[in-house]
């Protein structure tokens, strides 16, 4: 593990670890078996609060009917209005055919987290550009899908200069 302290040299120093596996009993341990090919994403989302806003209002979309902010794929990737494929559009650059469904989402001065489902698999691409787009917030990212038994998850680090 790298020293922030020890590495200051290192501005705006950034990793990510990535583990995939297959690992069919874990659905004991999250809460039994939800509906087949219905993937859970859990993404937590940590900083300092002006970042935590920032981001909020950046890659949030806030619904007035439901007085509450929402996960939107579409508004962190837009589909291109020339494309001829939304479909395959959508799986690669969203990792799902749909957008995500039956988001929660909890704002807190330093932390977010985000509750949501998608089809079939985990939405890896929407979590890998908003960490590109916002290094230095931290990253905690798990998903899992019990009807094809599979579960990851994705951890970003930021690691900033303490002299800044």
């Known amino acids: 593990m790298l020293d922030a302290a020890k590495n200051s040299h290192l501005l705006n120093y950034t990793k990510t670890i990535v583990k995939d596996r297959?690992?069919?009993?874990?659905?004991?341990?999250?809460?039994?078996?939800k509906m087949a090919n219905e993937c859970m994403n859990y993404i937590k989302i940590t900083g300092r609060p002006e970042?935590?806003?920032?981001?909020?209002e950046s890659y949030l979309l806030y619904n007035e009917e439901?007085?509450?902010?929402?996960?939107d794929f579409n508004y962190i990737t837009?589909?291109?209005?020339?494309?001829?494929?939304?479909?395959?559009?959508?799986?690669?650059?969203?990792?799902?055919k749909w957008d995500g469904t039956n988001a929660y989402v909890d704002i807190?001065?330093?932390?977010?987290?985000?509750?949501?489902?998608?089809a079939w698999g985990p939405c890896c691409p929407?979590?890998?550009k908003l960490i590109h787009l916002c290094p230095g917030l931290e990253f905690d990212y798990k998903?899992?899908?019990?009807?094809?038994?599979?579960?990851?998850?994705?951890?970003?680090?930021?690691?900033?200069?303490p002299d800044e």
Not at 24 to 33: E, L, M, T
Not at 66 to 71: C, F, K, P, R
Request: hydrophobic share 35%; aromatic share 24%; charged share 25%.
């Open 66 to 71: 439901e007085d509450d902010y929402v996960l």
């Open 51 to 56: 970042e935590i806003t920032l981001f909020k």
């Open 143 to 161: 998903y899992y899908e019990s009807g094809c038994a599979f579960l990851g998850y994705r951890y970003h680090v930021a690691y900033e200069d």
């Open 22 to 33: 297959l690992f069919y009993p874990f659905f004991y341990f999250y809460g039994g078996i």
């Open 126 to 128: 929407i979590v890998d």
């Open 108 to 118: 807190c001065d330093d932390e977010i987290y985000i509750d949501v489902s998608t």
């Open 78 to 96: 837009p589909i291109p209005k020339d494309c001829e494929n939304d479909y395959s559009f959508r799986i690669q650059h969203w990792g799902n």
